[in-house]
Protein backbone atom coordinates (compact mmCIF):
# COMPACT_ATOMS: atom_id res chain seq x y z
CA UNK A 1 0.00 0.00 0.00
CA UNK A 2 1.32 3.35 -0.72
CA UNK A 3 1.25 6.66 1.44
CA UNK A 4 -0.06 9.70 0.71
CA UNK A 5 2.15 12.46 -0.16
CA UNK A 6 1.23 15.44 2.25
CA UNK A 7 2.08 19.50 0.52
CA UNK A 8 5.14 20.37 1.46
CA UNK A 9 4.95 23.88 3.44
CA UNK A 10 6.23 25.48 0.25
CA UNK A 11 3.60 24.00 -1.71
CA UNK A 12 0.84 25.05 0.64
CA UNK A 13 2.54 28.70 0.77
CA UNK A 14 2.32 28.93 -2.62
CA UNK A 15 -1.16 27.69 -3.13
CA UNK A 16 -2.35 29.94 -0.42
CA UNK A 17 -0.46 32.68 -2.53
CA UNK A 18 -2.60 32.20 -5.88
CA UNK A 19 -5.42 31.66 -3.83
CA UNK A 20 -5.06 35.56 -2.06
CA UNK A 21 -4.16 36.81 -5.47
CA UNK A 22 -6.93 35.49 -7.55
CA UNK A 23 -9.57 36.75 -4.32
CA UNK A 24 -7.38 40.28 -5.02
CA UNK A 25 -8.16 40.49 -8.32
CA UNK A 26 -11.59 39.33 -8.22
CA UNK A 27 -12.27 42.23 -5.68
CA UNK A 28 -10.74 44.71 -7.92
CA UNK A 29 -12.86 43.48 -10.61
CA UNK A 30 -15.61 43.96 -8.38
CA UNK A 31 -15.11 47.35 -7.43
CA UNK A 32 -14.49 48.36 -10.57
CA UNK A 33 -17.80 47.39 -12.21
CA UNK A 34 -20.02 48.99 -9.29
CA UNK A 35 -18.23 52.00 -9.72
CA UNK A 36 -18.34 52.10 -13.67
CA UNK A 37 -21.86 51.55 -13.25
CA UNK A 38 -22.09 53.91 -10.21
CA UNK A 39 -20.74 56.56 -12.53
CA UNK A 40 -22.60 55.57 -15.94
CA UNK A 41 -26.06 56.05 -13.62
CA UNK A 42 -24.61 59.52 -12.28
CA UNK A 43 -23.96 60.54 -16.21
CA UNK A 44 -27.71 59.51 -16.75
CA UNK A 45 -28.96 61.62 -14.27
CA UNK A 46 -27.13 64.51 -15.47
CA UNK A 47 -28.42 64.00 -18.98
CA UNK A 48 -31.89 64.15 -18.20
CA UNK A 49 -31.14 66.93 -15.87
CA UNK A 50 -29.89 69.34 -19.04
CA UNK A 51 -32.92 67.55 -21.12
CA UNK A 52 -35.21 69.16 -18.95
CA UNK A 53 -33.44 72.30 -18.36
CA UNK A 54 -33.47 72.41 -22.62
CA UNK A 55 -37.07 71.50 -22.38
CA UNK A 56 -37.87 74.01 -19.77
CA UNK A 57 -35.88 77.07 -22.27
CA UNK A 58 -37.77 75.77 -25.41
CA UNK A 59 -40.91 76.22 -23.26
CA UNK A 60 -40.08 79.63 -21.68
CA UNK A 61 -38.48 80.67 -25.30
CA UNK A 62 -35.06 82.28 -23.42
CA UNK A 63 -32.12 80.41 -21.45
CA UNK A 64 -32.34 80.56 -17.86
CA UNK A 65 -30.55 83.07 -16.37
CA UNK A 66 -29.56 84.32 -12.79
CA UNK A 67 -30.45 87.98 -11.80
CA UNK A 68 -31.45 90.52 -13.99
CA UNK A 69 -29.42 91.84 -16.80
CA UNK A 70 -27.87 95.32 -15.47
CA UNK A 71 -29.37 94.38 -11.68
CA UNK A 72 -27.54 93.36 -8.24
CA UNK A 73 -26.91 89.14 -8.75
CA UNK A 74 -29.08 87.75 -6.52
CA UNK A 75 -33.13 86.97 -7.66
CA UNK A 76 -33.35 84.20 -10.43
CA UNK A 77 -35.73 85.56 -13.42
CA UNK A 78 -39.05 84.04 -12.48
CA UNK A 79 -37.80 82.48 -9.01
CA UNK A 80 -41.16 81.02 -7.11
CA UNK A 81 -40.30 83.07 -4.03
CA UNK A 82 -38.70 86.74 -5.06
CA UNK A 83 -38.46 87.87 -1.75
CA UNK A 84 -35.83 85.46 -0.86
CA UNK A 85 -32.33 86.61 -2.38
CA UNK A 86 -31.10 83.01 -3.97
CA UNK A 87 -27.23 83.44 -3.49
CA UNK A 88 -24.87 80.97 -6.22
CA UNK A 89 -23.23 80.04 -2.72
CA UNK A 90 -26.65 79.43 -1.56
CA UNK A 91 -27.34 75.56 -0.63
CA UNK A 92 -30.60 76.19 -1.60
CA UNK A 93 -29.89 77.58 -4.73
CA UNK A 94 -30.13 74.35 -7.18
CA UNK A 95 -32.87 73.61 -5.45
CA UNK A 96 -34.91 76.44 -6.08
CA UNK A 97 -33.86 76.48 -9.45
CA UNK A 98 -35.21 72.87 -9.68
CA UNK A 99 -38.52 74.61 -8.47
CA UNK A 100 -38.70 76.47 -11.15
CA UNK A 101 -37.89 74.42 -13.90
CA UNK A 102 -40.65 71.74 -12.51
CA UNK A 103 -43.15 74.67 -13.73
CA UNK A 104 -43.02 73.15 -17.07
CA UNK A 105 -45.14 69.97 -17.81
CA UNK A 106 -42.59 68.91 -20.68
CA UNK A 107 -39.57 69.16 -18.48
CA UNK A 108 -41.57 67.46 -15.13
CA UNK A 109 -41.95 64.09 -17.89
CA UNK A 110 -38.47 63.72 -18.47
CA UNK A 111 -37.48 64.39 -15.13
CA UNK A 112 -39.55 61.70 -13.94
CA UNK A 113 -37.52 59.56 -16.16
CA UNK A 114 -34.86 59.89 -13.29
CA UNK A 115 -34.51 56.84 -10.73
CA UNK A 116 -36.62 57.74 -8.04
CA UNK A 117 -33.70 56.43 -6.09
CA UNK A 118 -32.08 59.44 -6.73
CA UNK A 119 -34.70 61.93 -5.98
CA UNK A 120 -35.96 63.46 -2.75
CA UNK A 121 -37.78 65.99 -1.29
CA UNK A 122 -36.22 68.61 0.97
CA UNK A 123 -37.25 71.57 3.22
CA UNK A 124 -37.12 75.39 2.55
CA UNK A 125 -34.35 76.55 4.93
CA UNK A 126 -36.75 79.83 5.37
CA UNK A 127 -39.96 78.06 5.52
CA UNK A 128 -40.32 74.43 6.28
CA UNK A 129 -43.91 74.33 4.77
CA UNK A 130 -41.75 74.43 1.41
CA UNK A 131 -40.39 71.39 -0.01
CA UNK A 132 -38.05 70.99 -2.62
CA UNK A 133 -36.96 68.74 -5.39
CA UNK A 134 -33.13 67.45 -4.78
CA UNK A 135 -31.51 65.43 -6.96
CA UNK A 136 -28.89 62.60 -6.20
CA UNK A 137 -25.27 61.42 -7.73
CA UNK A 138 -24.70 57.73 -7.26
CA UNK A 139 -22.89 58.07 -4.26
CA UNK A 140 -25.77 59.95 -2.52
CA UNK A 141 -24.53 63.47 -2.98
CA UNK A 142 -26.52 66.20 -3.90
CA UNK A 143 -25.62 67.38 -7.70
CA UNK A 144 -24.44 70.90 -7.95
CA UNK A 145 -25.82 73.75 -10.84
CA UNK A 146 -23.43 75.73 -12.34
CA UNK A 147 -25.56 78.88 -12.76
CA UNK A 148 -24.99 81.07 -15.72
CA UNK A 149 -24.40 84.81 -13.98
CA UNK A 150 -26.06 87.71 -15.47
CA UNK A 151 -25.29 89.81 -18.38
CA UNK A 152 -21.79 92.12 -17.44
CA UNK A 153 -22.02 96.49 -17.34
CA UNK A 154 -19.24 98.51 -17.29
CA UNK A 155 -19.64 99.42 -13.89
CA UNK A 156 -19.93 95.87 -12.49
CA UNK A 157 -16.83 94.61 -9.82
CA UNK A 158 -17.24 91.47 -10.49
CA UNK A 159 -15.36 89.77 -13.21
CA UNK A 160 -16.08 89.32 -16.67
CA UNK A 161 -16.55 85.88 -18.77
CA UNK A 162 -15.86 85.44 -22.02
CA UNK A 163 -19.81 85.18 -23.20
CA UNK A 164 -20.11 88.40 -21.33
CA UNK A 165 -21.40 87.45 -17.84
CA UNK A 166 -20.41 88.34 -14.25
CA UNK A 167 -18.27 85.27 -12.94
CA UNK A 168 -20.46 84.14 -9.88
CA UNK A 169 -18.75 82.77 -6.54
CA UNK A 170 -19.71 79.64 -7.77
CA UNK A 171 -18.16 79.52 -11.05
CA UNK A 172 -14.89 80.83 -9.01
CA UNK A 173 -14.32 76.98 -7.62
CA UNK A 174 -16.54 75.03 -9.90
CA UNK A 175 -15.31 76.44 -13.21
CA UNK A 176 -17.34 78.96 -15.64
CA UNK A 177 -20.37 78.42 -17.19
CA UNK A 178 -20.13 78.69 -21.19
CA UNK A 179 -22.80 80.78 -23.04
CA UNK A 180 -24.99 81.05 -20.29
CA UNK A 181 -25.67 77.29 -20.19
CA UNK A 182 -26.03 75.91 -17.04
CA UNK A 183 -23.59 73.19 -15.60
CA UNK A 184 -24.49 70.23 -13.67
CA UNK A 185 -21.99 69.14 -11.63
CA UNK A 186 -21.10 65.66 -9.47
CA UNK A 187 -18.74 65.57 -6.69
CA UNK A 188 -17.75 62.02 -7.82
CA UNK A 189 -16.93 59.04 -4.97
CA UNK A 190 -14.78 60.97 -2.99
CA UNK A 191 -18.15 63.66 -2.22
CA UNK A 192 -15.80 66.57 -2.79
CA UNK A 193 -15.67 69.13 -5.04
CA UNK A 194 -12.62 70.60 -4.83
CA UNK A 195 -11.61 73.41 -6.50
CA UNK A 196 -10.90 73.80 -10.08
CA UNK A 197 -9.17 77.56 -9.63
CA UNK A 198 -5.65 77.14 -10.95
CA UNK A 199 -4.32 79.60 -7.94
CA UNK A 200 -6.20 76.85 -5.80
CA UNK A 201 -4.41 74.76 -3.85
CA UNK A 202 -3.13 71.56 -5.39
CA UNK A 203 -4.91 69.56 -2.86
CA UNK A 204 -8.30 71.09 -3.38
CA UNK A 205 -7.95 70.93 -7.37
CA UNK A 206 -7.06 67.37 -7.01
CA UNK A 207 -10.55 66.75 -5.45
CA UNK A 208 -11.79 68.33 -8.51
CA UNK A 209 -10.54 65.34 -10.71
CA UNK A 210 -13.04 63.17 -10.34
CA UNK A 211 -15.92 65.27 -10.73
CA UNK A 212 -18.67 64.39 -13.55
CA UNK A 213 -20.37 66.99 -15.49
CA UNK A 214 -22.96 68.10 -18.02
CA UNK A 215 -20.07 69.57 -20.29
CA UNK A 216 -16.40 70.92 -19.39
CA UNK A 217 -16.67 74.20 -17.93
CA UNK A 218 -13.62 76.81 -18.36
CA UNK A 219 -11.20 76.84 -15.70
CA UNK A 220 -12.11 80.19 -13.49
CA UNK A 221 -9.62 83.22 -14.12
Not at 58 to 76: I, L, N, S
Not at 157 to 170: C, H, L, M, S, V
Amino acid sequence: MTARRAFTLVEMTIVIGIVILLAGLTLAVSVSVVQGSEIRQTELTIRLLDAAVQEWEVQADRQVTYGMDGEPPPPFVGAPLPEYEIQQNDPQATRRFLSIIERSAAARDILAQIDPEFIRQVEDDNDPLIKHLEILDAWGNALSAVLPGRKWVNDDAYFRNPDGTIQTETEQFCGVATNRAICFVSAGPDGELGNLDPAARDDARKLAQDNLYSYIPAPPQ
